[in-house]
């Protein structure tokens, strides 16, 4: 039975939105075509109905990532208090363990040098919007903005992946990480980070029950 654009249009969507996801979680070369059109609820077959390679998938999957995301900080940077407690809220155990619904940018960083143009225009494109809303949040203005924007962005998304590197091999120095970025990240907004109890973190973790 012949579907409609509209039906269409939809099915590639959820073939997009699945991929963003698996990419996100487990990295492009880890998930086949096969491993998408399966989690999005159709057969190996029908892709190619949609997109003229996996190349050309993932370039969507990274757009349809960001944009959200995206959406999300843009929207938080309409406020210094709304603004501060995203950023706050990026540096949590609760989003270092769940990369498929967190940041692109630190979940795809590893994947977006290897793809194609059209990928790492994506990633870029993302970066600098991010980028653009962080410098409007940062103090000063100017130059110096643009640079703090940067530093602080540059400084969430490493210690976001070191600390997803490291997990629950050394879960002390994992948390440490996060807590030493995000009191660093509030430095940069001009703010002082509230503790989070860093050291009893530290210590639940070495006695063998890390807590988030």
Known sequence: MKITKEQAAANRRRIVDASARAFQARGVDAVGVNDVMKSAGFTHGGFYNHFESKDALVAEAFA????????????????????????????????????????????LVGDAGRQGPAARGAYAAGIGRFL??????????????????????????????????????????????????????????????????AKAARARARRGRPGA
């Open 64 to 107: 349809a990532a960001f944009a959200p995301a995206v959406a999300s900080v843009e929207g938080a940077a309409s406020s210094a208090d709304r603004f501060a407690r995203a950023l706050d809220g990026y540096l949590t155990v609760a989003h270092r363990d769940d990369p498929a619904n967190g940041c692109p940018t630190a979940a």
């Open 132 to 197: 653009a809303a962080f410098e409007s949040r940062m103090p000063g203005g100017g130059e110096a903005a643009r640079r703090a924007a940067i530093e602080t962005l540059a400084g969430m998304v490493g210690a976001m992946v070191m600390a997803r590197g490291i997990g629950d091999a050394d879960e002390a120095l994992s948390m440490e990480i996060l807590e030493t970025a995000r009191v660093a990240t509030a430095a940069h907004l001009g703010k002082r980070a509230a503790p989070r109890g």
